[in-house]
């Protein structure tokens, strides 16, 4: 039963041409994480939502957006990908709230490539 | 802040053999420590963790960890490998607030052959 599910998981864009991934979940979870993972690097946290209460990192691009509708969904919109924007793409959730609920969910990650 | 080194990039090793992949960290607070497994093209998946209590953490699948605070470690082990248990391994750190984030290791790749 998969409980974090992205779609797609593989999205070829064109270079410059907005792109939009998508991440659900059926934890009811309060955070969501969109990470980004490159060749043979650490995943690197672009921001989360703790609720509806967004928290970017401070080396994020402008180029990444996001969005959370509702507690199940949360989006990551890239305005206009470049091909240093090719990677692996992963979200995560966890419950929040503090000790013993700080275990992180994963998706199955959406692989974009830029073209 | 926060950070991890796992100094071995590669661990090529033997069916049946013992291995042991290195994680360190470094933390100016308190810290949940985590493995993470990642097969080619998949997510991550938690492998085990270590949040307080004992500091030797086991996972179903043969895998332990150990928590030393004094070298800031967090290594982790098995006694005996399979061809399964090829994969990426990620340690991650967690500080001990509300919603922190996990900040990741550059990860070891384990190559598990006959």
């Known amino acids: 039963d998969a409980m974090v599910i992205q779609n797609p998981r593989y999205q070829v864009t064109q270079f410059g041409k907005p792109v939009t991934l998508s991440c659900s979940q059926t934890?009811?979870?309060?955070?969501m994480y969109w990470y980004q993972q490159k060749s043979s690097q650490a995943p690197k946290l672009l921001f989360h939502?703790?609720?509806?209460?967004?928290?970017n990192e401070a080396d994020t691009p402008d180029n990444f957006q996001s969005r959370r509708p509702n507690t199940s969904f949360c989006f990551l919109d890239i305005r206009s990908p470049g091909l240093g924007d090719a990677a692996m793409y992963l979200c995560?959730?966890?419950?929040?709230?503090?000790?013993?609920?700080?275990?992180?969910?994963f998706g199955q990650g959406t692989r974009l490539t830029v073209v | 802040a926060q950070s991890v080194t796992q100094l071995d990039s590669q661990v090529p090793v033997f069916e049946e053999a013992p291995v042991e992949l290195r994680c360190n960290y470094s933390?100016?607070?308190?810290?949940?420590l985590f493995w993470y497994v990642q097969y080619p093209n998949q997510g991550l998946q938690l492998l085990l963790k270590?949040?307080?209590?004992?500091?030797l953490v086991e996972s179903i699948n043969g895998f332990e960890a150990e928590f030393n605070k004094s070298q800031t470690s967090f290594h982790l082990r098995k006694p005996s490998v399979h061809i399964s248990d090829t994969a990426e391994y990620f340690c991650?750190?967690?500080?001990?607030?509300?919603?922190?984030?996990?900040?990741f290791g550059t990860g070891t790749r384990l190559q598990v052959t006959l």
């Open positions: 995560a959730t966890s419950r929040g709230g503090g000790f013993m609920n700080t275990e992180a969910f």
């Open positions: 934890l009811n979870h309060n955070v």
């Open positions: 939502y703790y609720d509806k209460d967004f928290n």
């Open positions: 933390s100016s607070v308190s810290v949940y």
């Open positions: 270590y949040l307080s209590g004992s500091t």
């Open positions: 991650a750190v967690q500080n001990t607030g509300t919603a922190s984030k996990l900040t």
